[in-house]
T-cell receptor, first 115, second 114 residues
Framework: AQKVTQAQTEISVVEKEDVTLDCVYE???????LFWYKQPPSGELVFLIR????DEQNEISGRYSWNFQKSTSSFNFTITASQVVDSAVYFC????????????WGLGTSLAVNP | DAMVIQNPRYQVTQFGKPVTLSCSQT?????MYWYQQKSSQAPKLLFH???????NEADTPDNFQSRRPNTSFCFLDIRSPGLGDAAMYLC?????????????FGPGTRLTVT
């Protein structure tokens, strides 16, 4: 079975706090891909990052960083020094090599960054 | 800027009255997707085109149809909208058909059924 779990439904932080969004996935495939998308209140889904199963290097992009750990089947997302503009719903998603381009989505984590 | 465009952004239709949502892209991607997203839920894939090859999801109701007349445009037709079809409809594209390719989304069309 393929599944993505985002256990945190809602998170609320104060501006400049660091926040980590958790993502745990399940798959039996050895080749798979993990994604994070951001959905601000406007509704458009914005692609943030893709990681394939053979690349466990962590990635940093400005205030965003991602920690991929195959041993725990997790692909967590950290925002450093959060800003109000980071307020959005964040989705983690999984794609397997054989599932015909379909994304398996987590339920999303709603992040509110308060001034 | 290359992008995915959806029109209209907001659509109101009456119960049972056919409606068409449109999507266009300037990314020259060969895969186009239609998703339905209801409040506080993840997007749900309805169908997608790989070039002209149509791929329907098993649980997509027959009420939903799609057309892709050329690479740039894709349409979602809802033949007889019900109240349960009120949702955000998202169009997405990807560069290739491989599973590891990220999808790029348009701003969505919010459909209201009265």
């Amino acid at each position: 079975a393929q599944k993505v779990t985002q256990a945190q439904t809602e998170i609320s932080v104060v501006e400049k706090e660091d926040v980590t969004l958790d993502c745990v996935y399940e798959t039996r495939d050895t080749t798979y891909y993990l994604f994070w998308y951001k959905q601000p209140p406007s509704g458009e889904l914005v692609f943030l990052i893709r990681r394939n199963s053979f690349d466990e290097q962590n990635e940093i992009s400005g205030r965003y960083s991602w920690n991929f750990q195959k041993s725990t089947s997790s692909f967590n997302f950290t925002i450093t020094a959060s800003q109000v503009v980071d307020s959005a719903v964040y989705f983690c998603a999984l794609s397997n090599a054989g599932n015909n381009r379909k994304l398996i989505w987590g339920l999303g984590t709603s992040l509110a960054v308060n001034p | 800027d290359a992008m995915v465009i959806q029109n209209p952004r907001y659509q109101v239709t009456q119960f049972g009255k056919p409606v068409t949502l449109s999507c266009s892209q300037t990314l020259n991607h060969n895969v186009m997707y239609w998703y339905q997203q209801k409040s506080s839920q993840a997007p749900k894939l309805l169908f997608h085109y790989y070039d002209k090859d149509f791929n329907n999801e098993a649980d997509t109701p027959d009420n939903f149809q799609s057309r892709r007349p050329n690479t740039s445009f894709c349409f979602l037709d809802i033949r007889s909208p019900g109240l349960g079809d009120a949702a955000m409809y998202l169009c997405a594209t990807s560069r290739t058909g491989t599973s590891g390719t990220e999808q790029y989304f348009g701003p969505g069309t919010r459909l209201t059924v009265t």
